[in-house]
Antibody, heavy 118, light 107 residues
């Protein structure tokens, strides 16, 4: 059974940093692109970033370039999102998702809440 | 960047109704279009991929159509468990982008 379990969310002050993790199991992790998608409270879905199977390709939504870094450790079946210079508008539930061919997000984690507030 | 626009933003319907949601891309995306259903407090779930292919396990009352810039998600006979928010998402360029969502509510 495919499982994705996010962790690392919490309350952080504006300008602070946070590192999210996603532990994957039940599939061959290094065979799939992986993505982070976020959802601000009461709002829609926003794709944050994705990363190729071997980590050689990384893509970000423009508004997060330079502040967020996606990475993966295939030996640990884990996906990460390093978030720096956090702003109030980054407050959201962050989901990790497995990306099937042609950008189909076929499995999602339960999400981890990040709250940016003083 | 490719912008995705859904309509309507919300709709009210009754059990048994036929429901249609549209999604328009700001440029041609061929058939690289996926549909998701999200219920409150839950992660999204893929319903339709590649514009018209039904994801395994999804009821056949859900269908998708379209290509290029205009796409449609249809629920042929709305069931109580279908009241949710629906999102389209383009897979033509990475990372993809979502529509703003369509909330389907009980009439």
């Amino acid at each position: 059974e495919v499982q994705l379990v996010e962790s690392g969310g919490g309350l952080v002050q504006p300008g602070g940093s946070l590192r999210l993790s996603c532990a994957a199991s039940g599939f061959i992790f290094n065979s799939f692109w992986m993505s982070w998608v976020r959802q601000a409270p009461g709002k829609g879905l926003e794709w944050v970033a994705n990363i190729k199977q071997d980590g050689s390709g990384k893509y970000y939504v423009d508004s997060m370039k330079g502040r967020f870094t996606i990475s993966r450790d295939n030996a640990k079946n884990s996906l990460y999102l390093q978030m720096n210079s956090l702003r109030a508008e980054d407050t959201a539930v962050y989901y990790c998702a497995r990306e099937a061919p042609v950008a189909i997000l076929d499995y999602w984690g339960q999400g981890t809440l990040v709250t940016v507030s003083s | 960047d490719i912008q995705m626009t859904q309509s309507p933003s919300s709709l009210s319907a009754s059990v048994g109704d036929r429901v249609t949601i549209t999604c328009r891309a700001s440029q041609s995306i061929s058939t690289y279009l996926n549909w998701y259903q999200q219920k409150p407090g839950k992660a999204p779930k893929v319903l339709i991929y590649a514009a018209s292919s039904l994801q395994s396990g999804v009821p056949s009352r859900f269908s998708g159509s379209g290509s290029g810039t205009d796409f449609t998600l249809t629920i042929s006979s709305l069931q109580p468990e279908d009241f949710a928010t629906y999102y389209c998402q383009q897979g033509y360029s990475t990372p993809g982008s979502f529509g703003q969502g369509t909330k389907v509510e009980i009439k």
